[in-house]
């Protein structure tokens, strides 16, 4: 089951989507840690350069995250508990990571990586589930768990 952007995100957590996703983040070393509890969650994230990590944990309600990295380190863990779920995210060129953790509700998840180490893990538990991985050059690895 996928909702579209719209139907996941309502006003206030749309725009804090929007405001993430206008922050620069294009040098050396970018971190972006995210813990949200309650309502309708959200989060975008958009980097580009060297050590790109982003963590998200969101709890309750809305969620989504989406996020996009770019080239070198590329990290991502997102864990969601209890609701309409989402999480999207995309890499692009190096060690590109990924590690999903959905439980409860709607789930989603959607990978995409592109060259070189590309590893993902998801897991879903309770209620829609639903998980795309799509991974091209080098190490491609995925594992994914539903419940």
Excluded: Y
Excluded at 42 to 50: E, F, K, S, T
Excluded at 57 to 74: V, W
Excluded at 80 to 91: E, I, L, M, P
């Amino acid at each position: 089951m996928t909702f579209s952007f719209a139907q996941t995100l309502t006003g206030s957590a749309l725009a804090l989507a929007i405001a993430l996703v206008a922050l620069p983040a294009d040098a050396g070393s970018n971190k972006v840690f995210i813990d949200q509890w309650g309502r309708d969650n959200g989060a975008a994230i958009d980097q580009r350069g060297h050590r790109q990590r982003v963590s998200i944990q969101q709890h309750g309600r809305g969620n989504l995250s989406l996020n996009t990295q770019d080239g070198a380190r590329n990290r991502v863990t997102v864990g969601q508990s209890g609701c309409n779920n989402v999480a999207d995210t995309a890499q692009s060129g190096r060690r590109n990571i990924v590690g999903v953790s959905q439980i409860g509700c709607h789930n989603d998840a959607t990978v995409t990586q592109s060259g070189n180490r590309n590893a993902v893990g998801v897991i879903q538990t309770g209620k829609g589930n639903t998980a795309n991985a799509t991974q091209t050059g080098n190490g491609n690895v995925v594992l994914i768990i539903q419940d």
